[in-house]
Structure formats: structure tokens, C-alpha cells
């Protein structure tokens, strides 16, 4: 297969992990006899240093002329503590998802058995966790007209959704639940939005399309709360813009590390994936970086283009990483020296050499496997 890739690294340790990514999608094309072309782009702070604009037309058309976009991370600390900043990174991320018409978000949420040590949630609770977060991704609140009194005194932001946003995602929401454990659970604040209840009205007419998904309605307020008590009761979540967003990071304490989170973002005529983190500015440039949602991110990428078995042996790379703690601080109290690149040249080895399950861990800062 050919796939040509537009790669957006971003800011922060966005360019680190990304490039993990990269370099286990290269070592899959080797292996598997494919030819993938990337495209690099700048989006956010580092398009702002040069363009004055977060989402250059360059970059827009890159992204149109891929067949997929791999996207790293976007923020920087300059602009999150400058509440009057006119010009945002993260408005190059929104401006992408909505002149691509990326209008659904999917974040798998899998605890790991190897990392139940590492949640701040007890393992009976989280063990054998699998969810899917269906999230809307180009309208709500995030791209409701946005208003600011001549005092800066007033602000206000609608949340503003039509049928057909809603009914494009829930469709794509039940088409999984119906290939997964057949519940989908919407969640909602219709006891006061009014956008909620419509949501609620729309996914009650489409469940009667779906008789053998078993749907269940429950409050913002009240998931956030069930999915840290009793995550396992979840399948696939239906949301929309900001109540996905934050659930998805909240679900990053029941897998131990939000540098474990994937997703992928789905329109009509163009894919996009990317780690759910932010930019992490602190820890740029410093080794520290978690690489794996930019990999498993790849791997929903090689899933998406039918590519099951390469996307498999990612997944199986991925997982020996976690058995073997070649991991990164953040999920690593065995090893002190596995840095963001020995993560990537670890996993790329086993991509190269997936038979090779015994490892002299002296070499890994190598990148070599050997049998032992």
C-alpha cells in the first residue's frame, strides 16, 4: 500500500514523540512491503514564530493532499499564561478539525495489566477496563460564537449543535458498540442544556435503528464520577465536544499515564490521529516524553487503512514495551535511563524482530535485540 502522511509535529515534546511514531510506521512499510511518504508541517506556537498564523495555508494544503495526518502535541506556556493573547496555538488545532471536517474523535481507553500498579485507582477496579470515547469534534461550545464585552468584564460562549452533528457521530458510536459488547452509554447534561436534550432526542430516535445495543443515559457530572468508581461498566461513551474532552483526560488516571492515550479524528474525506497529551513544555527536550500514544496513534492509522496485522504487531510491540519496562519515567521505577528514543528503537527493533522475545537489556540503548 502507499500512503503519503502529513506530519505535524507541533510544539513541546510534540516533534519527540511524533517522531517515535514515525520511525515505527517506517520500520512497518520495510517489513510489510508498503511505501509511506511523509509530508512535515508546522502547526501552532512554532507556525505562529514564523507565520504570525497557528494554521499556515501551507500546512492546510499538506494536510488536504494526505491521505492521513499523524499530529503531535500544541501549546506552549507563553500563551497559556496570557489570558489577552489574541493568536493561540490551540487555535491551529481547532481551525484544522474544522475546515477538514473532523467531526469525529475516538480515544480508546485499555488498562494494561502490567500498569494497574501505576493508577491511583485499585486494581479490582480498573483491571479489564476497555472503553471507547466517541466525541464530536467540530462544533459545541469550542466553536460557538464567542464574545467579549468592550470592559472585559462580560464573556460568553454558545454551545450550539444541529441534528445532523449529532447524528453523524452517534451513528458511527453504535456502528462500534455493535462490534464491541452492543452498550453505548450517552453522556449529557439534559437536565439543564437545552443542547443536551437535544442530543438525548437524537440518540433515542437512532437507537431504535440499533435494537440490540443496549442504551443508557446518564449526567456529565455523574460519569465523571461512575468512571472513576467503576470504569469497567463502560463500553462505548457517546459525548459531545467538551464533555469528551474532559472525560478523556480523566481517563488517563484508570491507564496510569496520559502518555498512553490514543485517538483518532474521522471525516468524511480526511483522518487525522494524534496522543491525546498536550505539548508538556517543561519536559521538552529532556528524554522524559512518553511515546506511546503517538505510536498506538499510528497504529490506529495502519487499522483505519485495513492494515490489521501491521497495526497488530504495533500493538504487540507496544504491550512488550510495558512487560518489559522499557518505558519512560513517568511509568518506570525499574529502569532510570530509558529515554523517549530508546522507547521508539525498542519498539522498532521488536517490529524488525518480533521472534526475538528474549532481550539483553544492555543494548537496548542500542536499539538492537539479542537473543539470550
Known amino acids: 500500500m502507499k500512503l503519503n502522511i502529513a506530519v505535524l509535529p507541533?510544539?513541546?515534546?510534540?516533534?519527540?514523540?511524533?517522531?517515535?511514531?514515525?520511525?515505527?510506521l517506517k520500520a512497518i512499510a520495510i517489513n510489510f512491503d508498503h511505501v509511506f511518504t511523509f509530508s512535515n508541517a508546522l502547526v501552532g506556537a512554532s507556525a505562529i514564530e514564523k507565520f504570525n498564523d497557528p494554521l499556515p495555508e501551507a500546512t492546510i494544503e499538506t494536510c488536504k493532499n494526505a491521505d492521513a495526518i499523524l499530529f503531535g502535541a500544541i501549546g506552549k506556556t507563553s500563551y497559556d499564561l496570557d489570558p489577552y493573547a489574541k493568536i493561540r496555538p490551540e487555535q491551529g488545532l481547532l481551525r484544522l478539525r474544522k475546515i477538514l471536517d473532523l467531526h469525529t474523535n475516538i480515544r480508546p481507553v485499555i488498562a494494561y495489566d502490567d500498569l494497574l500498579i501505576k493508577s491511583s485507582l485499585k486494581k479490582t477496579q480498573i483491571k479489564g477496563t476497555n472503553i471507547l470515547i466517541y466525541r464530536e469534534l467540530t462544533s459545541g461550545i469550542y466553536f460557538g460564537d464567542k464574545h467579549l464585552s468592550e470592559d472585559n468584564n462580560t464573556a460568553s460562549d454558545v454551545c450550539k449543535y444541529t441534528r445532523e452533528e449529532i447524528e453523524r457521530v452517534a451513528h458511527s458510536a453504535f456502528k462500534a458498540a455493535q462490534s464491541r459488547k452492543r452498550k453505548l452509554t450517552l453522556v449529557d447534561k439534559a437536565n439543564v442544556?437545552?443542547?443536551?436534550?437535544?442530543?438525548?432526542?437524537?440518540?433515542?430516535?437512532?437507537?431504535t435503528q440499533y435494537s440490540n445495543v443496549e442504551v443508557n443515559y446518564t449526567y456529565i457530572d455523574n460519569a465523571a464520577m461512575e468512571l472513576i468508581i467503576n470504569p469497567k461498566q463502560f463500553d462505548v461513551i457517546?459525548?459531545?465536544?467538551?464533555?469528551?474532552?474532559?472525560l478523556s483526560e480523566e481517563a488517563s488516571v484508570i491507564v496510569g499515564s496520559i502518555g498512553l492515550l490514543a485517538s483518532a479524528s474521522i471525516g468524511d474525506n480526511h483522518v487525522m490521529f494524534e496522543p491525546i497529551h498536550g505539548a508538556y513544555t517543561k519536559a521538552t527536550n529532556k528524554g522524559i516524553a512518553n511515546p506511546?500514544?503517538?505510536?498506538?496513534?499510528?497504529?490506529m492509522l495502519l487499522e483505519h487503512f485495513g492494515l490489521d496485522d501491521e497495526a497488530s504487531l504495533v500493538r504487540d510491540a507496544v504491550e512488550k514495551s510495558l512487560t518489559l519496562h522499557i518505558t519512560t519515567p513517568d511509568l518506570n521505577n525499574k529502569y532510570d535511563n530509558i529515554t523517549t528514543t530508546k522507547v521508539g528503537d525498542f519498539i522498532e527493533d521488536f517490529i524488525n524482530n518480533p521472534d526475538e522475545t528474549n532481550l539483553n537489556f544492555t543494548n537496548i540503548h542500542l536499539g538492537q535485540s539479542t537473543i539470550i
Open 238 to 246: 457517546l459525548t459531545e465536544n467538551m464533555f469528551g474532552d474532559i
Open 193 to 207: 442544556l437545552e443542547s443536551s436534550r437535544l442530543w438525548r432526542r437524537v440518540v433515542q430516535e437512532l437507537a
Open 292 to 299: 506511546i500514544a503517538s505510536i498506538l496513534s499510528a497504529a
Open 10 to 24: 507541533g510544539d513541546g515534546i510534540g516533534p519527540e514523540v511524533t517522531a517515535q511514531a514515525v520511525k515505527v
